[in-house]
Every structure is written in structure tokens, then in C-alpha cells.
């Protein structure tokens, strides 16, 4: 049960410090793929199927900069979940050794 809690905040850490530069990388993919213009500051049309998604690869790549924030917070919580993982497995061991 501990080991699948470890798992899934193992997880939630890394797609919390990686999302947002995900999400970057994927509207600037999407956008290099449609020849469209994509900056930070402006909106650039972009026609993807008939739908305009100029927009949503411009929200898309404004999210990457949330990377400045979760990346450094998701660092902080992955030390505190080796140290965890560590302590654990510590534990675990001087169990087996005990019985």
C-alpha cells in the first residue's frame, strides 16, 4: 500500500514540475507543424481543421512559464520523496532483520 502511495506521489510530482513545459513544447510543435507564427506576446491566426487555435497555442506557450515556478517546487518535493523512499526502505530493513 506504502509503496503504491510512493508511486502515485512520485507521479503527481513529476507531471506538477513537467506539465507546464509540456504543454509549451506542445503548442510549439503543433504550431512549427502549421507553419503558423507563435510568440509570446501576440496571438497569431492558426487554422487547424477549420478551427482557429491561434489562441490556444498562445495560451499553450504562456503556460511554460509557469516551468519557472513548478519546476523548482517539484525539485524541492522530489529531494523530500527520496528521503521518504530512503527512510523506508531503512525501515524496512531493519525489520527484516528483526524478525
Do not use: N, Q, Y
Request: aromatic residues 4%.
Amino acid at each position: 500500500m506504502i509503496r503504491k502511495l510512493m508511486l502515485l506521489a512520485l507521479g503527481l510530482t513529476l507531471a506538477f514540475g513537467l506539465l507546464p513545459l509540456l504543454l509549451a513544447l506542445g503548442g510549439s510543435l503543433v504550431a512549427g507543424a502549421l507553419g503558423c507564427g507563435l510568440e509570446d506576446s501576440s496571438v497569431h491566426s492558426c487554422r487547424l481543421l477549420g478551427l482557429e487555435i491561434g489562441g490556444a497555442l498562445s495560451a499553450s506557450l504562456m503556460l511554460g512559464w509557469f516551468g519557472m515556478i513548478t519546476l523548482p517546487v517539484s525539485g524541492m518535493v522530489l529531494v523530500v520523496w527520496i528521503a521518504a523512499a530512503l527512510a523506508l526502505v531503512a525501515v524496512e530493513r531493519v525489520r527484516r532483520r528483526a524478525s
